[in-house]
């Protein structure tokens, strides 16, 4: 059985309020083909991360959010519903567990198992939670990557420079528009050319290639002139990545976001056409990973190289140094990941990838935001920057939606705003907030965004699950706690949150709770480290954490 979902529009509801159907909307938001990279297995994005564990269980879920009270709490575990308790009317409607394993078993082997037997689901991170948005949700971090990097390395613009990178999937697809809007000359290597088309269709990507030769000339030409130029160059990257050394090109950043944490779906060995991938992939599972793990370390050894070369070249939150290392690549750690290279100190402040969506469906709604956002925070250069490009570059995919960074404070501002936007009819239907679960207070992943923490507590997972706790206490729509998102089996824990501002009393008290206390969370992990901007942050808006000296 197989269906096809679209982004549900429109005022109309066919659930018992706006809560659940905003559940509903959501999770077919997250399977318009327009957002999902494989509607078709239920697969939303980054390897096989799915929205529910089979059409059986999809079709469960659509029929319980249906029939939930207000004042009723469905749980899903690994894209099942499993059961619905009486709560109350701001408790969470929903409440998720996804791909957690016992940590003795946590490893793709026992999943992939589990997996099999119909018992379990992969969920990453906003594919199993119901808060994808499509390559639009992760466009302004990627960018915000990109521009602190030109401003460690390249006076704040990549203009002149040429990066190299590969994938071109659901998160991967915003690398080639997050280099242009700095200006900068991206070469995305990307093995299935469906990939690179779709990014063309969606205006993430300028020009295609089929050979290095043709994505050479174009990329040169393009620095040379100073302009910005993205090219999906078709081919493996375990393969590209060595001619490119081989070759005269010259690159100046390089990483990667092919989906290494996932060896056996995520990942295609090189001398393999994506067919005979997938025979093998059926085949001898066993044969596939190791095949391409040894692809995965000829990569590594390729960027280690480019490193040595002079370029600047960082992870990027795939796991593939990991990989790499596991298969004999001593030095893989040699380069960093992109969270403490650029990211860290947007954390501390309880910053990150804050998004809503218009469940009406109507475009209006986000311009109406966008306003709002603009009035909001006159003194923000960076946001108001960001808003202006993201209006005029970025294509809404399934129901429009807008992503912000914003940190401590000013989430729960632009939260209770939004409610109050609904509820003077000035945004025509509820909109639904929340963020990707790479956020400042809800992840443990120690080769991700807490690598080479401060205090060293880089593996403490408690934090994680704190988040999804503190947001089910201060009364979320639907919260969650999964693992192995980004990185894969036993490398990370990480929480996602949802709340929906329906315009009532009822959400706005829950707005307020929830979006202080989970960039809180950011906050209070950040300076129990001991990261200075985390304390400063902390002290001067009023993070109360027992134990931070005066
Ligand atoms: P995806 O599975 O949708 O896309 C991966 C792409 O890599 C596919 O298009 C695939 O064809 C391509 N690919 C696989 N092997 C290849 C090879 N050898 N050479 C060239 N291309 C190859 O995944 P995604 O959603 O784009 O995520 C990519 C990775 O980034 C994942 O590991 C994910 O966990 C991680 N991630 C990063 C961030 C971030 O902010 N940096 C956020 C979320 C996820």
Redesign the pocket.
């Known amino acids: 059985m197989s269906r096809k979902i679209t982004a549900k529009k429109g005022l109309e509801i066919e659930c018992k309020g706006w809560e659940q159907e905003a559940a509903l909307r959501m999770l077919y938001n997250n399977l318009d083909p327009e957002v999902a990279?494989r509607p078709e297995d239920l697969v939303v994005?980054?390897?096989i991360?799915k929205a529910a564990r089979n059409w059986e269980s999809f079709e469960a879920i659509e029929n319980t959010l249906r029939k939930l009270e207000k004042d009723e709490t469905m749980l899903i575990q690994s894209g099942k519903p499993v059961a619905v308790f009486k709560t109350h009317d701001e408790a969470p409607r929903v409440l998720l567990s996804n791909s957690v394993l016992v940590p003795k078993w946590a490893d793709w082997e026992h999943f992939n198992e589990l997996d099999k037997k119909g018992l379990m689901m992969y969920g990453?991170?906003t594919a199993g939670s119901w808060i994808y948005i499509g390559s639009q949700g992760?466009v302004q971090?990627?960018y915000e990557?990109f521009a602190e990097l030109a401003n460690q390395n390249y006076d704040g613009s990549l203009k002149g420079t040429i990066t190299l990178t590969?994938?071109?999937?659901?998160?991967?697809?915003a690398q080639p528009l997050a280099v242009t809007m700095n200006e900068g000359v991206a070469i995305c290597?990307?093995?299935?050319e469906s990939?690179i088309d779709k990014r063309l269709e969606t205006k993430y990507l300028d020009v295609k290639a089929y050979s290095l030769d043709e994505a050479k000339q174009m990329a040169e030409e393009a620095r040379d002139a100073g302009k910005a130029l993205s090219i999906g160059l078709l081919?493996?990257?375990?393969k590209?990545l060595p001619e490119i050394l081989e070759s005269d090109l010259k690159i100046n950043i390089v990483t990667d976001?092919?989906?290494?944490?996932?060896p056996l779906n995520?990942?295609?060995?090189?001398g393999y056409s994506?067919e005979a991938a997938a025979e093998l992939r059926e085949a001898n599972p066993v044969e596939y990973v190791k095949l391409s793990s040894a692809?995965m370390a000829k990569?590594v050894d390729a960027m280690l190289e480019f490193k040595d070369a002079g370029a600047v070249v960082f992870d990027?939150?795939?796991?593939i140094r990991q990989v790499a290392f596991d298969e004999g690549v001593e030095n893989a750690f040699d380069f960093p990941g992109?969270v403490p290279a650029y990211i860290r100190p947007l954390f501390c402040e309880g910053m990150g990838p804050f998004r809503f969506a218009a469940l009406s469906g109507d475009p209006k709604d986000i311009e109406v935001a966008d306003k709002k956002m603009r009035e909001l925070f006159p003194e923000n250069e960076k946001l108001l920057r960001w808003l202006d490009m993201a209006s005029e570059k970025i294509a809404f995919q399934g129901l429009p939606s807008r992503i912000a960074w914003l940190g401590y404070g000013e989430r729960a501002k632009m939260g209770l705003a939004l409610n109050e936007l609904v509820a003077s009819g000035e945004i025509s239907a509820p909109v639904v907030i929340g963020r990707?679960h790479?956020d400042s207070g809800s992840v443990a992943s120690p080769n991700r965004e807490t690598e080479s923490m401060k205090d060293g507590s880089d593996a403490v997972g408690d934090w994680a699950i704190l988040n999804a706790l503190v947001n089910t206490a201060a009364g979320g729509s639907w919260i969650s706690v999964h693992h192995g998102?980004?990185?894969?089996m036993g490398y990370s824990l990480h929480a996602g949150m949802v709340v929906v501002a329906d315009g009532t009393e009822n959400a706005a008290r829950r707005l307020k709770r929830v979006l202080t206390s989970d960039p809180g969370m950011g906050v209070a992990r950040h300076a129990d480290a001991g990261y200075e901007i985390a304390v400063d942050t902390a002290k001067e808006r009023g993070v109360n954490i027992p134990m931070l000296e005066e």
């Open positions: 990279e994005y980054g390897g991360g990453q991170m992760i971090g990627t990557t590969a994938g071109l999937g659901g998160m991967g697809g290597v990307e093995v299935d990939r081919g493996n990257a375990a590209v976001q092919t989906s290494a944490h996932d995520g990942y295609v060995p090189e994506l692809s990569h990027y939150g795939n796991n992109f990707d790479l998102g980004g990185v894969g």
